[in-house]
């Protein structure tokens, strides 16, 4: 309750389909060596299956299977079904279209946030900082 009177609390859900994120994570490619993450189609541009941080082979993670990303997806549905039908009652689920590209959903969730909040968010990916405004700014 204590953060609730302070802070103004929002949880957020990108949705996509089953369908959308079973092709996405099945074009996912990591790097073991330093954690580096890409998709398939953007190695495939550069032809080149190696890491632009340190140079170690990009691969394919086993977990990311259509099997194993459909079991986990129906797992993280009926986990979060309840939670998801609690913030909406309660009034703080932002719900974010997320069968998109990662700069265009990005965007979207910026611009709900500033909506519900009047507050503006940094434009930058790499940090998410919230600044009020003074109203009429």
Do not use: H, M
Request: glycine share 6%; aromatic share 8%.
């Amino acid at each position: 309750k204590q953060l609730a009177d302070r802070f103004q609390i929002l949880v957020v859900n990108i949705d996509a389909s089953d369908d959308w994120l079973v092709q996405k994570a099945g074009r996912r490619l990591v790097c073991y060596n330093c954690g580096y993450v890409c998709d398939e189609t953007e190695a495939d541009r550069k032809e080149q299956k190696y890491c632009d941080i340190c140079s170690a082979l990009l691969q394919r993670r086993q977990g990311d299977s259509p099997e194993i990303t459909r079991s986990r997806l129906e797992t993280y549905r009926t986990q979060l079904s309840p939670l998801f039908s609690f913030y909406l009652e309660k009034g703080i689920l932002l719900q974010i279209r997320g069968n998109r590209e990662f700069d265009e959903t990005y965007k979207a969730l910026i611009s709900a946030i500033e909506t519900r909040t009047g507050l503006v968010a940094s434009k930058t990916r790499s940090e998410l900082s919230l600044q009020a405004t003074e109203p009429g700014s």
